[in-house]
């Protein structure tokens, strides 16, 4: 109830100031948001505005389908960030900037976030051979060399007490190692692939020396300070960046937004054309990506 009146009222004061409507500034889901706080600023903003603003469901993405929203927008940038991954780990030329061999099957890759960005780009990856061996939560971190399966490790997860759910599916699992909430052990564990999948500013002159991947995929937004990125480009560590590979989100809310702006879903297509009252229309949330 407390969350849902700080993000109601936080939108009173947008709109108050002119800050936001689907053609000045649109605000999408982040860390510790989701459908429900999108759908609280849409339902908000239409209070206010009435009859006056008729494309009003297009002032935020990230919503419920039943209120606007698009399907396959939860795991769009996860997925992005795999489509991004098997890009490059496919060129040749960039492989053997980074010292690898061209492929995903066999690579190692640790994930330090495990949102919607880190459990769906490790489900992607896990599909094309990667082999997710690291896990940074705020209950803590998990290794285990040989891999830990990310459906699993979420559905072990479920309940309120993270560290305590992290402890114990470490114990249930052979070979996975689980360390405290601020040890940064598994940002230093050898890995091909590090994703830093959840705050600003993780990789930075404290932490970077000590990094031992052989490539950064920026899932999240600016994880990396300037003087993180001079370390690592000085190691020889491929850096991929957020603007690209966490692109996949934002292209998916470009998609909502154009469908409420023009009453139409992207991605769909007409059936049985010869027969208007017998249209059939499919979503093809793919086709978006």
């Given at each position: 109830r407390e969350v849902e009146k700080i993000i109601r009222r936080y939108t009173v004061e947008l709109y108050k100031k002119n800050f936001i409507s689907p053609s000045i500034d649109v605000p999408g889901p982040d860390v510790g948001t989701g459908e429900t706080e999108m759908n609280w600023m849409k339902d908000t903003y239409e209070t206010l505005c009435g009859t006056n603003e008729p494309k009003a469901s297009a002032i935020v993405t990230g919503k419920s389908i039943s209120q606007g929203g698009i399907d396959g927008r939860t795991e769009s940038t996860g997925y992005g960030l795999f489509i991004g991954l098997k890009y490059f780990l496919n060129k040749e030329e960039v492989m053997k900037k980074a010292g690898l061999k061209v492929g995903m099957k066999g690579k190692t890759i640790i994930f330090q976030g495990f949102g919607n960005v880190g459990y769906w780009g490790s489900v992607f990856c896990k599909d094309e051979g990667l082999i997710t061996t690291g896990i940074v939560e705020v209950g803590g971190s998990l290794f285990n060399p040989n891999g830990i399966d990310p459906i699993t490790f979420k559905k072990a997860m479920a309940g309120k007490d993270m560290a305590a759910n992290m402890k114990?599916?470490?114990?249930?699992?052979?070979?996975?190692?689980?360390?405290?909430?601020?040890?940064?052990?598994?940002?230093?564990?050898?890995?091909?692939?590090?994703?830093?999948?959840?705050?600003?500013?993780?990789?930075?002159?404290?932490?970077?020396?000590?990094?031992?991947?052989?490539?950064?995929?920026?899932?999240?937004?600016?994880?990396?300070?300037?003087?993180?990125?001079?370390?690592?480009i000085e190691k020889g560590v491929l850096i991929l960046p957020d603007i690209l590979m966490n692109a996949g989100g934002v292209t998916c809310s470009y998609f909502e937004w154009l469908k409420n702006l023009e009453n139409n879903n992207p991605g769909r297509y007409i059936a049985n054309v010869s027969k208007i009252s017998n249209f059939r229309m499919k979503s093809r949330t793919k086709d978006c990506f």
């Open positions: 114990k599916f470490a114990d249930d699992t052979p070979g996975t190692e689980y360390y405290p909430p601020n040890d940064f052990s598994i940002f230093f564990k050898e890995c091909d692939v590090f994703v830093p999948a959840a705050l600003e500013r993780i990789v930075n002159r404290k932490t970077a020396p000590h990094m031992k991947c052989k490539i950064l995929a920026e899932a999240a937004n600016g994880p990396t300070t300037p003087d993180g990125e001079k370390i690592l």
